[in-house]
């Protein structure tokens, strides 16, 4: 999802360590076969000479028992990542610190906070912003932050980027979130389109080109980037409910850390 540098905090090598076996189902699968075979590779010392083709016969009546080493493996990922994720916040508490550049929704003192990190090109962020949407329209006594994290792009391919850029700006306006919603509703997320949806929900052009630009802007991303290395994120979008993040960007899920946090205030 990010650019395969090693300097890259973002990159699949720092963001996955089992990133070398294959990501996603596929990967797991490969996992779960390796597996397989070593058995089969160990058995006869253990068991007797027959014991791998019993295997082999049982998997192949049972195929479903793959799937669910797979998702063992992938559950055993998700809460591994879930533990390390909430270490590295409560070892840096400061990254959590309200900052007046992020655009926020809810009151100041809320005793429960969500802060979303996200890129605008994201699949999964733009599945979810309409849900995450209503989520604050339900909640309003809680506070919603929205952390721009473009890590989507690709060489001379800058729109992730440009994107962020040009909501922050808007949210130097009062324009952030009907611009956040009418981004992620865009599926070509084009420079010119980006332009239009920023002329559309009444962004000031001139200002907003400047801002873009702008040093400030610049501290801004890099500062959030910082962050989200620091913490360990591995992509987007990442829910983080009072300094605990969930192990999945289902909306019921992040409902029931709200809910969860609400309880525990």
Same mark, same amino acid.
């Given at each position: 999802?990010?650019?395969?540098?090693? %300097?890259?905090?973002?990159? *699949?090598?720092?963001?996955?360590?089992?990133?070398?076996?294959?990501?996603?189902?596929?990967?797991?699968?490969?996992?779960?076969?390796?597996?397989?075979? !070593?058995?089969?590779?160990?058995?006869?010392?253990?068991?007797?000479?027959?014991?791998?083709?019993?295997?082999? @016969?049982?998997?192949?009546?049972?195929?479903?028992?793959?799937?669910?080493?797979?998702?063992?493996?992938?559950?055993?990922?998700?809460?591994?990542?879930?533990?390390?994720?909430?270490? @590295?916040?409560?070892?840096?508490?400061?990254?959590?610190?309200?900052?007046?550049?992020? *655009?926020?929704?809810?009151?100041?003192?809320?005793?429960? %906070?969500?802060?979303?990190?996200?890129?605008?090109?994201?699949?999964?962020?733009?599945?979810?912003?309409?849900?995450?949407?209503? !989520?604050?329209?339900?909640?309003?006594?809680?506070?919603?932050?929205?952390?721009?994290?473009? $890590?989507?792009?690709?060489?001379?391919?800058?729109?992730?980027?440009?994107?962020?850029?040009?909501?922050?700006?808007?949210?130097?306006?009062?324009?952030?979130?009907?611009?956040?919603?009418?981004?992620?509703?865009?599926?070509?997320? %084009?420079?010119?389109?980006?332009?239009?949806?920023?002329?559309?929900?009444?962004?000031?052009?001139?200002?907003?080109?400047?801002?873009?630009?702008?040093?400030?802007?610049?501290?801004?991303?890099?500062? $959030?980037?910082?962050?989200?290395?620091?913490?360990?994120?591995?992509?987007? *979008? %990442?829910?983080?409910?009072?300094?605990?993040?969930?192990?999945?960007?289902?909306?019921?899920?992040?409902?029931?850390? $709200?809910?969860?946090?609400?309880?525990?205030?």
């Amino acid at each position: 999802m990010t650019d395969p540098t090693p %300097t890259d905090p973002s990159s *699949p090598e720092r963001r996955d360590p089992l990133a070398w076996f294959g990501s996603g189902r596929g990967g797991a699968v490969a996992v779960a076969v390796a597996v397989v075979s !070593l058995g089969f590779s160990v058995a006869p010392y253990a068991t007797g000479g027959d014991f791998g083709s019993k295997v082999r @016969a049982y998997l192949m009546a049972n195929p479903a028992v793959l799937d669910e080493v797979v998702q063992a493996r992938e559950q055993a990922e998700a809460n591994n990542t879930v533990e390390k994720i909430n270490a @590295a916040v409560a070892a840096n508490p400061a990254l959590m610190a309200p900052d007046p550049r992020d *655009p926020s929704f809810g009151p100041a003192d809320a005793k429960v %906070t969500v802060v979303e990190f996200f890129d605008f090109r994201c699949p999964g962020c733009k599945a979810v912003a309409k849900d995450y949407v209503a !989520l604050m329209q339900a909640h309003p006594d809680v506070r919603f932050v929205f952390k721009d994290w473009p $890590i989507l792009d690709r060489g001379d391919d800058t729109s992730s980027n440009y994107a962020a850029r040009a909501a922050l700006a808007a949210h130097r306006q009062g324009r952030y979130l009907q611009v956040y919603q009418a981004l992620m509703a865009e599926n070509a997320l %084009t420079r010119e389109a980006v332009d239009r949806i920023l002329a559309e929900n009444g962004v000031t052009m001139p200002e907003a080109r400047q801002a873009i630009g702008s040093p400030e802007m610049n501290r801004h991303l890099a500062d $959030i980037h910082t962050t989200g290395a620091t913490l360990g994120l591995v992509g987007t *979008p %990442t829910f983080l409910i009072n300094g605990k993040t969930t192990s999945s960007i289902a909306p019921a899920e992040v409902l029931a850390a $709200i809910e969860a946090a609400k309880a525990a205030a």
